[in-house]
Every structure is written in structure tokens, then in C-alpha cells.
């Protein structure tokens, strides 16, 4: 089993993220944790990898479909469809048309926890109720609600891998190995150096 600190995650600032100027703000609360941007990419993706991607998990239709259904039906609301496949290649189609409006920022963190840290920093799906101190808590208003009545999809800055096995398929998908860049932090002595040799002269 390789160390903690080798631990990878993938992050995408959507396109309104980018549109927003939130690249630099995004990026710093990585880098504050102490986990290492290893790989980046500034690219314009087009639907057939945004659909690649989510359906990188074959049940995902099905899974986002019964997910939306259950959110329709709590605000008392009745949803487009029964059938959760179906609901679910809606919101695909939305989700295709919202990840391909712009560039995104296709980035490989590294560093103990990266996939649950990253999570916790950026918060719920929805930024209404994300908590303050997330970026999506921090950063955006939009809300199901309004995503809902206005028929698009939520509007939430990033995407970040939900598993490691998810950050492994993920990283693949959107990244190559000439993509990576293998180097040392400074910082990499205190967070993971049992001695912390080195730190006085």
C-alpha cells in the first residue's frame, strides 16, 4: 500500500467558475490544507466526454433519476417522468450542456485524505445549503430550487471525485500520464516527515 501523502483526487472548476474568476480563490483553499497540485489542464470539454464521464458509473442515470425524483416529490412537486433512467438522462442532458458552455480547469490534487478533504472544502452539491467556510458555501447562491424552476443544472463551481476508486476512473479519463509532474514541496517535511528533520539549521 503506498503512503497516504500519494493519495490522488480530481477536481474540475466548471465553466462558472472560471467565468466568475474564482480560479485563484479555488486553488488557494487547496493549497492552504497542504495538499499538492500534481496536474493541471486548461481545456473547452465537449459533451461526449462530459457524458464519458458520469457515466464512468453505469448505474449513475438510474442513481441521479431516483435522486431527483425524491427531490421533486419532498418540495410536493411532480416529477417530469416515473422512471428514474429517464429523469436521470435529463439531467445528464443538462449537466452536458453546463460542463461544455465554457473552459474548465482540470486538475490532479495530491496528499493524505485528498479525496475527503477535498469534499469537505467544497461542500454540498447544493451551495444554498453548503455550510459558510465551504466554496460553494462561500462562493455561490444558486439553489435546487431556482436550478430547478429555471430547467438547468445547479450552478456549483466545481466537481470533485466522491471515492478513491471514482478519483482513480476519473484522473484517467481527463488526464494522461504527461500530465503529471513528479517534484518535492518544502512543505511536504512538516506535513509528513516523522521527525521533521531538517527544520532548524
Known amino acids: 500500500m503506498s503512503h497516504f501523502s500519494k ?11 472560471v ?4 480560479m485563484g480563490e479555488i486553488i488557494g483553499r487547496f493549497e492552504r490544507i497542504g495538499l499538492k497540485l500534481v496536474a493541471m489542464k486548461f481545456m473547452h470539454p465537449d459533451e461526449n466526454l462530459i457524458e464519458d464521464h458520469y457515466l464512468l458509473d453505469p448505474e449513475w442515470k438510474s442513481k441521479a433519476g431516483a435522486k431527483s425524483i425524491a427531490s421533486y416529490k419532498e418540495k410536493g412537486k411532480t416529477p417530469p417522468f416515473d ?3 429517464e429523469v436521470g438522462s435529463m ?9 461544455s ?7 490532479s490534487w495530491q496528499g493524505a485524505h485528498a479525496v475527503e478533504l477535498v469534499r469537505k472544502l467544497v461542500g454540498g452539491t447544493e451551495p444554498l445549503s453548503s455550510d459558510v467556510g465551504t466554496i460553494r458555501g462561500d462562493y455561490v447562491m ?14 456549483n463551481l466545481i466537481h470533485a471525485s466522491g471515492d478513491t476508486d471514482e478519483a482513480v476512473q476519473e484522473i484517467d479519463l481527463w488526464l494522461t500520464e504527461d500530465d503529471f509532474v513528479s517534484y518535492r514541496l ?7 516527515d516523522v521527525n521533521m528533520d531538517g527544520v532548524t539549521e
Open 101 to 107: 458552455a465554457g473552459p474548465v480547469v482540470v486538475m
Open 142 to 155: 444558486d439553489s435546487y430550487i431556482m436550478s430547478d424552476t429555471d430547467g438547468r443544472s445547479i450552478r
Open 91 to 99: 439531467v445528464l442532458k443538462g449537466l452536458k450542456k453546463y460542463m
Open 19 to 22: 467565468q466568475r474568476s474564482l
Open 186 to 192: 518544502v512543505q511536504e517535511e512538516i506535513l509528513y
Open 83 to 85: 422512471d428514474p433512467e
Open 7 to 17: 493519495e490522488r483526487t480530481l477536481v474540475i472548476i466548471k465553466p462558472d467558475g
